[in-house]
């Protein structure tokens, strides 16, 4: 199917645990982006990329490593998960130009 | 000082009533901007570009002012379904990374 897709859509996990949230897109858009949100602080940048094997870190990256081998794909990884990671997560991408985000439909985080 | 700043709300309004509501930006550089609505931590929809020169997309209409550096969006003839948050959206770097404001939050009531 055609657009953005994150997997998985609810997650629980343990403190400490290593967990790699998915997002893909079949547009071939440039920019991809994941952000979190919770209550209180809107959406906040945790990583971005530009291009495949180009990425650079937003307002939050503590904790999180991303990669970006082809340009459909950029998991995120929680290397160790604390609570505070607790959230949800949305996957965007983008073309070049003046256009806005596409967000997946985002995945649920929760750290016990 | 935040780098999009929006009320946050609600604001109540009653089914077929205009509502507007703005969204102020501090960095007088700029470049893109744009309205999403988020819908119960939903992900977010984007709603409509703004450009420079105003526009309009059915109901709804957005305007630029650069001078006052804001944003504002105007909803007429307000339908149950147009209730959620509404996001301003601002774009600064070549990038094109989004500074997303807090939300606006549009209870429209019967």
């Known amino acids: 199917d055609a657009g953005i897709t994150q997997s998985p859509r609810y997650k629980i996990t343990e403190t400490g645990r290593q967990v790699t949230l998915m997002c893909h897109q079949t547009?071939?858009?440039?920019?991809m982006f994941w952000y979190r949100q919770d209550l209180g602080h809107g959406l906040r940048l945790i990583y971005y990329s530009a291009a495949a094997d180009i990425t650079d870190k937003g307002e939050v990256p503590d904790g999180y490593v991303v990669s970006r081998s082809k340009t459909e794909n950029f998991p995120l990884t929680l290397e160790s998960a604390t609570r505070s990671q607790t959230s949800v997560y949305f996957c965007?991408?983008?073309?070049?130009?003046?256009?806005?985000?596409?967000f997946g439909s985002g995945t649920r985080l929760t750290v016990v | 000082r935040k780098e999009v700043e929006q009320d946050p709300g609600p604001f109540n309004v009653p089914e077929g009533a205009t509502v507007a509501f703005n969204c102020t930006y501090s960095?007088?550089?700029?470049?893109?901007f744009f309205w999403y609505r988020q819908d119960c931590r939903k992900e977010p929809k984007l709603l409509m570009s703004?450009?420079?020169s105003g526009n309009e997309d059915g109901r709804f209409t957005a305007q630029l002012n650069r001078a006052s550096q804001y944003i504002s969006l105007l909803i007429r003839d307000s339908k149950l379904s147009d209730s959620a948050t509404y996001l301003c959206?601002?774009?600064?770097?070549?990038?094109?990374?989004?500074?997303f404001g807090a939300g606006t939050q549009v209870v429209v009531t019967p």
């Open positions: 703004v450009y420079s």
């Open positions: 965007a991408s983008r073309p070049l130009g003046n256009y806005g985000y596409t």
């Open positions: 547009w071939s858009h440039s920019y």
């Open positions: 960095n007088s550089a700029s470049q893109s």
């Open positions: 959206v601002v774009t600064t770097d070549s990038w094109g990374k989004f500074q």
